[in-house]
Each structure stands twice: as structure tokens, then as C-alpha cells.
């Protein structure tokens, strides 16, 4: 309902279409406002790719990877609002739970330009969807082979 | 001219600031203004069937999606004459139970508590006490369990219709819960021992409390809606007492009594008008707080969170253990044309909801008054009585006092239209 927000949930959508093989053998969960419940999804997991979308001063479509350790040494400004962001969560996992470090985790962030309320992804997000589909399908292959 | 500004109000839910006008080194004028964009809910919810305003409605808050499940299908069912069964009852009860845990535990340890300890948020607070801010998600993880046992989901859960559920939850998933519950229920006594420590400042406010009232049970879905002033009214009536109006500054609607006055939704109003309706559970643990009620203090809300969280533990435990699913799952619906009333408890206090329908069943009006707009006025009021304090400090001093004091409300902004930049400033005359 917020534009590019959905970002993420058309990324994966995509990727699961264009790479069913590769869809089939991992765990695909599409979280809706997970917030802390972030966590429990990443319990027991031996990698996760995160895909969202992300505010950035960098052009919108912008696509940022962010591996384990730069993840690890997330410092959040603040934990703002009843919704708790990717940053933030996995900066208080990190900080409660040492089974967290075994996870790799790599998040895939699109820089968004319209978080208004409405359907649709701005052209500018949408023309740089294609592009984080293959990236993280690459990311994948690479950690089930 | 002397200003004050504060960029953001963390942890609370939605955008809006606080103006405070100072003339003379006097108060002037306090305003919430609350600019996160209207959400026209009511708006495009007519013309739908019906059935799809349970999952529709459930949309307009991450936090409390049951709650507005809850109190649409009721406001429906009223005005369709549909009765639902106990076991449809008992089901909508413990999915309300998992809704309050989630929601309190989030609001007291990662909310309100970092405040009162001195903490700039939930990830300081854990850095210093990590075995607290664990449990608190363990907590809060049943209460998102039960959501999703019974709805699918822990976010947004879909299972529930007008007339009942779509299908009952299988028995073993609810059992299943049951050792955590058990777990939740003795930490949740820990954390009323924990509330009663915690350094509270003093504030006492002579509010008006408002909440669903009902003899034999705690109440959440059902009941009549009770003032401390002693007046009684209907849900159908709530109209004719308690009213909303716009105001220029805000895009959330506040709430007012007939008679213009503010009034307090809520916990402490819950457990101030409700007390004697807790489970024995949570009945121990109150006369164990050895509480002086009627709680006056906003901020001591997070007690009655603490004691609340007690008795929907202890109610999901019983309601599991007795759960006996049989029948239909929800009520067959004849359509007319009608129009219904439907209250319930959301976490922050009450949530009314009214519908008008036609003969086909699709919607042809609505209106929410959900909880905040109902206590935007009282939070103003609350920061005049605070404002001098405010306006002493530096602006950095100024801001947390004023966040701490709108975050005791858990106001949910969103849901209201739906916070906080602070702006102190000298009013020249003229």
C-alpha cells in the first residue's frame, strides 16, 4: 500500500517465476511487516537472503548488497514506531542471540522513491527490478551449490 | 522568540508533532499535530461485499489487526441478527488473548520500559540487560503464535469471517502452545513484580475512564461501555455520548464526552473500571501489587499491561485446554438490508465500529473511532498539565520528557488517521 515498499515482495515474486528451479530448493517466505518477528523466520537457518526495499540518499532504483559482516555492524539510529525495520532487528539479534552470527545473511535493498500510499512501484524502482532478480538468484546459487 | 523543535517522536506508531506556544514563560497553547496522511478506510470499504471487511480492516493496523477483525464482524453480525456460537465465542476470545500479548509485551520492554530505565531504546536497553529484552521476545512470540495457529498468519491473520471462522484451527496446533503458555503465564507474574520497581514519574491526572464493562468476564468483545462518572451506555448507543470532530491540525478526529469533556481509553481504564473481572491469576498478582486504585498516573499503564498480560495468558491457557471445536465453523448468513453497532478492546483501548448494508450484503456506510482518536485530546491535556517542566528544559531534556509521557498512551497514530516533532516557541502578541 506504500508504492515502492512493495519493492521487495515484487523482486522475489518475479525471481520465483524466472527461477523455479532455484525457488524450489529454498525456503521462500515473503514477510509481511515482520518487525521482531524477523527473527524467528532466521531461527535455525544456515543463510538468508533479505530482499526490500530501502531509503537511501543514493538515486532511486539504486540496488545495494550488504553482506554478513557489514549487516553485523549495522548501527540503527533508533528503533522508531511499533514496526521495527531490518536494521534495527538485526541489530537486537545480533546483540541477544549468538546463533544469529552462524546465519550469512545478505540483504538485497532497492533504493525506493515513492513510499506514499498507493499500489505500484515508481518506474525508476520498477526499471531496477529485473536487475535484483538475477542478483539474487546469483546469491543463491552460490550458497546451495 | 524562543523554539523548541524536535525532529521525530520515536517508538510510537505513525507521524506527528507537538507544538507548544509560550507567552510570558507561560503555556499558551499545546497542539498534537498529526500529519500522517488520512487513510479513507471508511471510504473504500463501501461498496464491498460484506465478508471482506473483516480482512480489509485487519489491514489498518500491523499491531492489532484483531481488534478491528473483532469489532467489524460484531458491528456486522448486529446487523445481519446473526448470533454467533460459544465455541465461535471462545475461539475469537483467544485469538483477542494473542493479540494483547504480542502487543503489550512489545509495548512494555521495548517501548515504555527503555524510558523509565534511562535507556534511548530497546537496543540500548538490551545491551544492558539482555536476559530481559530475550524473555520479552519470547513473550511476545506466543502471542504471535496463537495469531497464527488460529489465522495463518501472526501478521494480518485471515481466518476470520462474519458468522464464525472459515475453518477451525486444528486442536493440536493450539495444544501445542501450551508449554510456552504455561512459560508466558510465570514470566508474565515476574513482569508485575518487575512493573511495580521501575521508576514511575509523578504524575496524577483526574480522568474520565471509558471501557467495555460486563459483569462475568474481563471485557474484550462484549458488554456495555462504562465511564468512571458512572454513566452506562449501549454500544448502540455510544453515538448519542461520545463524539469526534475534526480538527484543522490533525488528520485524526478527537474524541470527546456529550458534554465536551476529554476522557481515557485503555488499560488503566480496563483496569480501573474492570478489576474485579481479572482471572484469579491476575486477581493474585493485582492485590500482590498492592495497587491503589483507580491508577491515575499515565505512565503506570504499564502496570496494568503487566496485569493484563497475566489474565490473557491465563485466559489462552484455559481456552486452549478447553478448546473442543464442533459444528460449523461459522454461522449460514441471510442477507437483508440492516445496520449494526460492534465494540471491542483493542490493546489501546476501545475501537467502535458501525456498518450499514444493503440487501445484497455489500456496504453502503461506515464509520471507526478507533481508541487514539479517542485519547489524542486527553494526551494534549496531559502534556498542558506537563508543559511547564517542558518549557525549562533544553530542548533535548524537552523532547524525551514529552515522548516519554505520548508514549505511556501507545498511541497508535497510524490507526488515528493515523508522531513526534516538537516545536516549543514564544508567542508575540498580535
Known sequence: MRRDDAAGLEIVRLWQVQYPLSAARVKVEFCDLPGLALLDSLVGMEAAVLVDAIRSSAPPGTVIRLGPDELASFTPESASSHGWGIAETLHLGFSLYAWLAKCKITLFGIVGKDFELGAGLSPEVHSGVQKVVELIDREIQSLIN | ?430
Not at chain 2, 305 to 330: D, K, M, S, T, W
Not at chain 2, 351 to 377: C, S, W
Not at chain 2, 413 to 428: D, G, M, Y
Open chain 2, 1 to 430: 522568540m524562543k523554539t523548541i523543535e524536535v525532529p521525530a517522536l520515536a517508538r510510537v506508531e505513525g507521524e506527528g508533532g507537538l507544538y507548544i506556544g509560550v507567552k510570558d514563560n507561560q503555556v499558551v497553547e499545546i497542539r498534537l499535530d498529526i500529519y500522517e496522511p488520512p487513510r479513507f478506510f471508511e471510504g473504500f470499504l463501501v461498496g464491498r461485499f460484506l465478508q471482506e471487511v473483516p480482512d480489509i480492516t485487519a489491514r489498518i493496523c500491523g499491531i492489532c489487526p484483531v481488534a478491528y477483525q473483532m469489532s467489524s464482524v460484531a458491528a456486522l453480525e448486529k446487523a445481519l441478527g446473526v448470533e454467533v456460537t460459544p465455541q465461535v465465542y471462545a475461539l475469537r476470545r483467544l485469538m483477542y488473548c494473542g493479540e494483547y500479548i504480542e502487543s503489550h509485551a512489545l509495548h512494555i520492554y521495548l517501548l515504555q520500559a527503555p524510558d523509565l530505565l534511562g535507556q534511548p531504546s530497546a537496543l540500548d536497553l538490551a545491551a544492558i540487560a539482555p536476559d530481559v529484552v530475550r524473555n520479552a521476545l519470547r513473550m511476545k512470540k506466543i502471542g504471535n503464535e496463537i495469531l497464527k495457529a488460529i489465522g495463518g498468519r501472526s501478521v494480518h491473520p485471515v481466518n476470520a469471517c462474519v458468522g464464525g471462522f472459515y475453518r477451525w484451527p486444528d486442536a493440536s496446533s493450539l495444544k501445542a502452545l501450551l508449554t510456552e503458555l504455561e512459560w508466558g503465564l510465570e514470566a508474565a507474574k515476574e513482569t508485575v513484580r518487575w512493573s511495580l520497581i521501575l521508576p514511575y514519574p509523578d504524575l496524577e491526572i483526574d480522568y474520565e475512564f471509558v471501557a467495555i464493562h460486563h459483569p462475568e468476564e474481563y471485557a474484550v468483545m462484549h458488554g456495555d461501555v462504562f465511564s468512571s462518572t458512572g454513566k452506562k451506555t449501549s454500544v448502540a448507543d455510544y453515538e448519542m455520548r461520545y463524539f469526534e470532530e475534526h480538527v484543522e491540525r490533525s488528520n485524526a478526529l478527537h474524541g470527546h464526552t456529550a458534554n465536551g469533556g476529554t476522557y481515557l481509553v485503555g488499560p488503566l481504564a480496563r483496569l480501573n473500571l474492570n478489576n474485579a473481572q481479572l482471572l484469579p491469576a491476575a486477581q493474585a498478582a493485582l492485590q500482590g501489587a498492592k495497587l491503589d486504585l483507580p491508577l491515575r498516573n499515565p505512565y503506570k499503564s504499564l502496570i496494568a499491561r503487566a496485569i493484563e498480560l497475566v489474565n490473557f495468558y491465563e485466559e489462552a491457557i484455559q481456552l486452549i485446554e478447553n478448546y473442543l471445536p464442533e459444528g460449523p465453523a461459522h454461522a449460514a448468513l441471510t442477507f437483508k438490508a440492516g445496520e449494526g453497532t460492534g465494540m471491542s478492546e483493542a490493546p489501546r483501548g476501545l475501537l467502535y465500529h458501525r456498518y450499514k448494508i444493503d440487501e445484497q450484503g455489500m456496504v453502503r456506510f461506515v464509520k471507526i473511532v478507533p481508541p487514539t482518536a479517542q485519547n489524542l485530546p486527553r494526551i494534549e491535556a496531559d502534556l498542558l498539565v506537563l508543559a511547564p517542566k517542558l518549557v525549562d528544559m533544553q530542548q533535548d531534556q524537552a523532547t524525551i520528557t514529552a515522548e516519554h509521557l505520548v508514549r505511556s498512551y501507545d498511541p497508535c497514530i497510524s490507526c488515528a488517521t493515523h508522531f513526534l516533532k516538537l516545536r516549543v516557541e514564544n508567542v508575540r502578541d498580535g
